[in-house]
Structures are given as structure tokens and as C-alpha cells.
């Protein structure tokens, strides 16, 4: 078994999902592996990591909707506003989705569906750096 390891920055501009899969495509691509299995994990506590469909924008638009309704900023519920009115609702959409994926590596590539992409999925409204890890092991 081979490992390899890499980090990917993002640099987000708010609240918003971000399409990471080209870069972590091609770095699984690049690894030298063919077969194995690929995990992202995220070094954050108010963004998260998703699979979600890359084909039809709308998608990532209603995933949006959606987490506005479920945890609004500003709920009178959440005392821990130090950072500000989505500081809280930030680390609930964290909790409610993933800080970490696995992805099978099948002939040197990353074995996403057709219309499947990865996502750093941005939970505050202000910019952020954001680190991912990469982890491959393999053969």
C-alpha cells in the first residue's frame, strides 16, 4: 500500500458553495494510484464538505433555500454569537452535513458519478481561507 497527502486552499468570498472537483480530480489523477480510496476532510468548524449534483446550478441555489430556512441566522435560540449573527447557524449546518468524504480511486480516477461534484460548502457570510486534506491510499 501507497499514501499520498496534500492540502488544497480555498479562498471563499461568503457563504456560498464552492466547486472543488477539478482540483481534487486531478490531484487523485496525479498521485501515481490506481486504485485505492480517496478522503477529504475539512480543518473547519463552520464549513463543510458535499457530493451534490454539478450539472444544474439550481441545485446549489436550493441548497442554499433550504439551509436559510432550516437554521436562519440570527435565531433568538443560539446564545453563542461571539463572531456574529451566523457565527452559530454556522457550525449547526457544519454539524448537519460532512467535515469529511471518502471517494473510491477505480483506474487512477476519482469513481464520481456523471453528474456528481465535490463541494466546499461555505456556512459564514464573511471570507474565509479554508484548508481541505487529501488523503489517497493505495496501490
Do not use: C, K
Not at 433550504?66 to 463572531?83: K, M, N, Q, W, Y
Amino acid at each position: 500500500m501507497n499514501q499520498r497527502t496534500s492540502q488544497i486552499n480555498v479562498r471563499t468570498n461568503g457563504r456560498r458553495l464552492y466547486d472543488i472537483t477539478s482540483e481534487v480530480t486531478r490531484w487523485a489523477a496525479d498521485s501515481g494510484l490506481s486504485t485505492g480510496l480517496l478522503t477529504l476532510y475539512i480543518q473547519h468548524t463552520s464549513a463543510s464538505l458535499l457530493i451534490n449534483e454539478n450539472y444544474d446550478s439550481d441545485v446549489l441555489v436550493d441548497m442554499e433555500s433550504f439551509f436559510a430556512r432550516l437554521v436562519p441566522d440570527g435565531d433568538s435560540l443560539f446564545i453563542h454569537t461571539v463572531e456574529g449573527p451566523d457565527d452559530m447557524p454556522a457550525h449547526v449546518r457544519t454539524a448537519l452535513t460532512q467535515t469529511n468524504l471518502s471517494i473510491p480511486l477505480i483506474e487512477g480516477r476519482a469513481a464520481l458519478g456523471q453528474w456528481q461534484g465535490i463541494f466546499l460548502y461555505e456556512h459564514r457570510l464573511v471570507a474565509s481561507n479554508r484548508r481541505v486534506i487529501l488523503h489517497l491510499i493505495g496501490e
